[in-house]
């Protein structure tokens, strides 16, 4: 068998191998490979360029998430002191209403003092008139003599002052 002759077949096989060694290491170098370069850096330089933007875009983002968040703490102050001052108005106008409601109460408890002391009055004059009608009927029953009811009034207001 060919194949077991070292001796005869060694150095032709040897020269072969390098020969085939030698094309295909050349055509694999020269081919090939700048070809892989070539991609490994476009993919290498892409890789950068989008971590890049990414850092771009992350930035951007906290700078508008900064602003947000100023803004919305800025709108908050700014309904804050709102509501305080709609408390301030509605506590002036509570206070307007109370107050004008307290002056109407109070016109309404004077108005009412004064009936009560008209009432009052007439309630004295028609209880004098009555005092002065029964004196004049005592005085008539047990002396038999009229007595005018002025001077009956005036002696129940002695009396009475008295």
């Not at 709102?82 to 506590?91: E, F, L, Q, R, S």
């Not at 003092?113 to 009555?130: G, K, Y």
Request: proline share 2%.
């Amino acid at each position: 068998m060919p194949q077991f002759d070292f001796a005869h077949v060694f150095w032709p096989q040897l020269f072969w191998l390098g020969l085939s060694f030698a094309v295909l290491y050349f055509v694999i170098v020269r081919a090939t490979l700048p070809k892989l370069g070539t991609l490994v850096d476009a993919r290498e330089n892409k890789i950068s360029g989008d971590v890049a933007a990414a850092r771009a875009a992350k930035e951007s983002a906290d700078a508008v998430s900064a602003a947000y968040h100023a803004k919305l703490e800025a709108t908050r102050e700014e309904a804050r002191a709102a509501i305080t001052a709609a408390k301030a108005v509605a506590a002036k106008e509570s206070e307007v209403t109370l107050a004008q409601a307290q002056a109407g109460t109070d016109g309404a408890i004077a108005a009412a003092e004064a009936r009560i002391a008209t009432a009052v009055r007439d309630a004295e004059q028609a209880l004098r008139d009555v005092a002065a009608e029964g004196a004049q009927a005592i005085v008539a029953r047990l002396t038999g003599a009229e007595v005018a009811i002025d001077s009956a009034r005036a002696q129940v207001d002695a009396q009475i002052a008295g």
